[in-house]
């Protein structure tokens, strides 16, 4: 079956670590994105990439990295320096090039880090 | 980066009753989506607008595209206790633009 997984579901990490967020798509998607979700605040913007070896900046990218070496794949590290690690991490994808009025986000299932 | 003024933050309603939410822009988006999460998992897509003025339906579902660009509500008819969950509007500027996202409507359904 065509779709996203994040791994792992539960993520637990000691402040001052850095840690890597796996995203995988088999959907053939160009774009994938990074979002971080707090209770109370919707989706923000973390990264993106709208295709292989480039990424941009979302609203919210201090503290975190990614890279974008394989189509299918768009890892996210969360650095020591972000402030406020603990969230809930969603990652979607979209194909671009589809014909239609709009371009539907896929979504994986997250991953909650938690850092103690 | 903006986000949407998405309203109620909650709402707690008895199974049976309707539910509306809406969000509203300071500025103009061309397409108006509506996700709905379940506990613990990504959202999924429940309906796209990208007409002014549009109203659609999916099953007890109605969504609507203000006349103005800057707004959308959504109506949930005669709720089910697998409604509950976290509404998100979300507003597209162009096709292949990023999405923004309001702050989402957490529906709780007492059976």
């Known amino acids: 079956d065509g779709g996203i997984t994040q791994s792992p579901k539960y993520l637990f990490r000691k402040e001052g670590q850095n840690v890597t967020l796996s995203c995988e798509q088999n959907?053939?998607?160009?774009?994938m994105y990074w979002y971080r979700q707090d209770p109370g605040q919707g989706l923000r913007l973390i990264y993106y990439?709208?295709?292989?070896?480039?990424?941009q900046k979302g609203d919210i990218a201090e503290g975190y990295s990614v890279s974008r070496e394989k189509k299918e794949s768009f890892p996210l590290t969360v650095t020591s320096a972000q402030k406020n690690p603990t969230a809930f991490y969603l990652c979607?994808?979209?194909?671009?090039?589809?014909?239609?009025?709009?371009?539907?986000?896929?979504f994986g299932p997250g991953t909650r880090l938690t850092v103690l | 980066g903006q986000q949407l003024n998405q309203s109620p933050q909650s709402m707690f309603i008895q199974e049976g009753e309707d539910v509306s939410m809406n969000c509203t822009s300071s500025?103009?988006?061309?397409?108006w989506l509506w996700y709905k999460q379940d506990p613990g998992e990504g959202p999924v897509l429940l309906i796209a607008?990208?007409?002014?003025?549009e109203l659609t339906s999916n099953g007890r579902l109605t969504a609507q595209f203000g006349i103005t660009r800057k707004d959308s509500f959504l109506n949930i008819s005669a709720s089910i206790p697998s409604d509950v969950g976290i509404y998100f509007c979300?507003?597209?500027?162009?096709?292949?633009?990023?999405?923004?996202f309001g702050e989402g409507t957490q529906l709780t359904v007492n059976p």
């Open positions: 979300a507003g597209q500027v162009r096709r292949g633009s990023r999405l923004t």
């Open positions: 959907l053939n998607h160009d774009a």
């Open positions: 607008l990208y007409k002014a003025g």
């Open positions: 990439s709208q295709i292989v070896n480039d990424f």
């Open positions: 979607a994808s979209t194909d671009p090039r589809l014909a239609g009025p709009y371009n539907e986000q896929f």
């Open positions: 500025s103009i988006f061309n397409t």
